[in-house]
C-alpha cells in the first residue's frame, strides 16, 4: 500500500475507534436516562393506583380487584397483608412478598413501593413491559450500525485527498531528486528546501547528501583525471629510458645514469601516487594525537635547506605550538607549503614563521619570488592549477591543494595574499579544538 492508502485507512480506523468509544458512553447514557425516566412514570402512577384500590375496598375474602385506570403497557397489583387485593389482567407471574424497590424482572421494570390503601399500609408492585427501554436502545443501535461505516467511509475518502495534498510536493521533491541523477548536476537546489516544517528538513537534507555525493563523483573524477594525465609523462618518459638501456650495447656509466634518472621518474610517481591518494581521502576523520607543528616545521626547514642551500630559508617560532592532528597530514601541508615556496619563488628568499595563540596555531610561509596575481590567488588551492598554465617536470598543481585538504580535515583554513613589495605570503590556520 502507499503512504496515501495508509493514512487514509489509519485515519478511518481510528475514527471508527473514536465513534464507537463516544457511541458506547452515549448507549449507557441513553440506557441509564431511559431507566429513570421510566421510574419516575412508575412513580407518578403510584397515587392513581391507591386511589383506585381505596375506592373500592376490597374486604377480607373478596376475590381480587380489577385495576384499570393505568396505561396500556403497565401492569400492577397490590397486596395487602399477604394476599393480592387488586391485579391487572396481564401482570406478569412474580411472587407476591417482592423486596421494595425498582429493579428488572422477567422482561419487566417492576416498581415496588408502599401505598396506603383505605388506611391500611399495602404494598403496590407495577410492572411496565421492558420494550419501553429495550426499542429506543435498538433503534439508536441500528443508527449507529448505519452511522459508523458512513463516517469511516468519509473521513477515508477526506484523508486520502488532504494526504495527496499534502504528499504532493514530496512527489515534487522525487521528481526532482530524479531529474538531478539523470542530468548528473547534484548541486541544483531542490524544491521545499525553503519550508519550515518536516519536508523542508528532509529536502535539506536530500540536498546535503547530494551535495556530498557530488563531491565525491568529482573527486572521483578529479583522481581518474589526475592519474591518466600526471602518471603518463613519468612512465613513458621511464618507459623510454628502460628502452634505450636494453638496447643496443651500453657502457656502466650510462646505464648508472639511466637508472638514476628512472629513479626520478619513480620517485615522482611516488609523490604524484601520494598526492592523489591524500586529495582523495575527502572529509574522513583524521587519527589525532599532539603534535608539535614548529617542530614538524623546523625538521622540513631542516631538510630544505641540504636540498636548495643556495636559497636564504629563515625559521621562527613563538609560543605554544602543540594541538591534536594527524602528523602524517601536517607534515605533508609543511612540506607543500615550503616546497611551493622554494620552486616559486625561483631562488628568492623564503621564511617560515610558527606562532601559537590561546584557541589555534598559525603557519606562515613568505617568499620574496615573482608572487601571483591577485586575480588568480582564489584559484590556487584548485587542484591541477598552475599560474603560468604549463605543466613543468618538478610540478603538478596537487601541492596547494594537499595543503587545503589537510586544513579542512584539521578544521583550519589557508588564506593567501601578497608579500610586500614581491612575493606570496601563505597563512594556514589550525584550531587546537577540533
Given at each position: 500500500m502507499t503512504i496515501r492508502t495508509r493514512l487514509a485507512l489509519g485515519?478511518?480506523?481510528?475514527?471508527?475507534?473514536?465513534?464507537?468509544?463516544?457511541?458506547?458512553?452515549?448507549?449507557?447514557?441513553?440506557r441509564s436516562f431511559l431507566v429513570t425516566a421510566e421510574y419516575q412514570r412508575l412513580t407518578t402512577l403510584l397515587p392513581v393506583l391507591a386511589q383506585e384500590v381505596g375506592r373500592s375496598r376490597p374486604a377480607p375474602g373478596d376475590p381480587p380487584l380489577p385495576i384499570t385506570a393505568l396505561p396500556r403497557n403497565v401492569d400492577a397489583r397490590v397486596v395487602l397483608g399477604g394476599r393480592v387485593v387488586a391485579v391487572t389482567e396481564e401482570f406478569p407471574g412474580l411472587p407476591t412478598d417482592l423486596p421494595t424497590g425498582y429493579a428488572p424482572r422477567s422482561n419487566h421494570q417492576v416498581l415496588v413501593a408502599p401505598v396506603s390503601v383505605g388506611g391500611q399500609l399495602a404494598q403496590a408492585q407495577i410492572a411496565s413491559d421492558v420494550l419501553g427501554i429495550v426499542d429506543p436502545l435498538q433503534a439508536y443501535l441500528r443508527a449507529l450500525a448505519v452511522t459508523v461505516?458512513?463516517?469511516?467511509?468519509?473521513?477515508?475518502?477526506?484523508s486520502f485527498l488532504l494526504a495527496g495534498r499534502l504528499l504532493r510536493p514530496l512527489a515534487r521533491l522525487q521528481e526532482a531528486a530524479a531529474r538531478l541523477e539523470q542530468g548528473r548536476n547534484l548541486r541544483r537546489p531542490l524544491p521545499g528546501v525553503e519550508r519550515n516544517d518536516e519536508l523542508g528538513r528532509l529536502a535539506g537534507t536530500l540536498q546535503a547528501s547530494f551535495a556530498q555525493l557530488a563531491e565525491v563523483r568529482e573527486r572521483e573524477e578529479e583522481f581518474t583525471?589526475?592519474?591518466?594525465?600526471?602518471?603518463?609523462?613519468?612512465?613513458?618518459?621511464?618507459?623510454?629510458?628502460?628502452?634505450?638501456?636494453?638496447?643496443?650495447?651500453r657502457d656502466p656509466a650510462e646505464l648508472r645514469h639511466d637508472m638514476r634518472e628512472a629513479l626520478v621518474d619513480v620517485d615522482r610517481m611516488q609523490r604524484l601516487t601520494e598526492h592523489?591518494?591524500?586529495?582523495?581521502?575527502?572529509t574522513q576523520?583524521?587519527?589525532?594525537?599532539?603534535?608539535?607543528?614548529?617542530?614538524?616545521?623546523?625538521?622540513?626547514?631542516d631538510r630544505a635547506r641540504e636540498t636548495a642551500p643556495d636559497i636564504k630559508l629563515d625559521f621562527r617560532t613563538s609560543g605554544e605550538t602543540t594541538l591534536p592532528g594527524d602528523e602524517v597530514l601536517l607534515t605533508r601541508l609543511v612540506e607543500n607549503l615550503i616546497g611551493n615556496a622554494l620552486h616559486h619563488g625561483r631562488g628568492a628568499d623564503v621564511s617560515a614563521e610558527v606562532t601559537g595563540?590561546?584557541?589555534?596555531?598559525?603557519?606562515v610561509v613568505r617568499d620574496?619570488?615573482?608572487?601571483?596575481?591577485?586575480?588568480?590567488?582564489?584559484?590556487?588551492?584548485?587542484?591541477?592549477?598552475?599560474?603560468?598554465?604549463?605543466?613543468?617536470?618538478?610540478?603538478?598543481?596537487?601541492g596547494l591543494a594537499i595543503v587545503q585538504r589537510a586544513a579542512e580535515l584539521h578544521g583550519g583554513g589557508v588564506r593567501f595574499g601578497a608579500n610586500?613589495?614581491?612575493?606570496?605570503?601563505?597563512?594556514?590556520?589550525?584550531?587546537?579544538?577540533?
Open positions: 485515519v478511518a480506523l481510528q475514527t471508527a475507534i473514536v465513534v464507537l468509544v463516544v457511541a458506547a458512553v452515549q448507549f449507557l447514557a441513553l461505516p458512513a463516517a469511516a467511509a468519509l473521513v477515508a475518502f477526506l583525471r589526475a592519474a591518466a594525465h600526471d602518471l603518463r609523462s613519468p612512465l613513458a618518459a621511464l618507459k623510454i629510458r628502460l628502452q634505450g638501456s636494453l638496447s643496443g650495447r592523489l591518494l591524500l586529495l582523495a581521502r575527502g576523520p583524521v587519527r589525532r594525537i599532539p603534535v608539535d607543528l614548529a617542530r614538524l616545521t623546523g625538521e622540513t626547514v595563540g590561546p584557541a589555534e596555531v598559525r603557519l620574496t619570488g615573482p608572487g601571483v596575481p591577485e586575480s588568480q590567488l582564489p584559484y590556487l588551492t584548485q587542484a591541477f592549477y598552475q599560474v603560468d598554465q604549463t605543466r613543468s617536470d618538478e610540478g603538478n598543481g596537487l610586500r613589495p614581491t612575493g606570496l605570503v601563505v597563512t594556514v590556520t589550525l584550531p587546537r579544538s577540533p
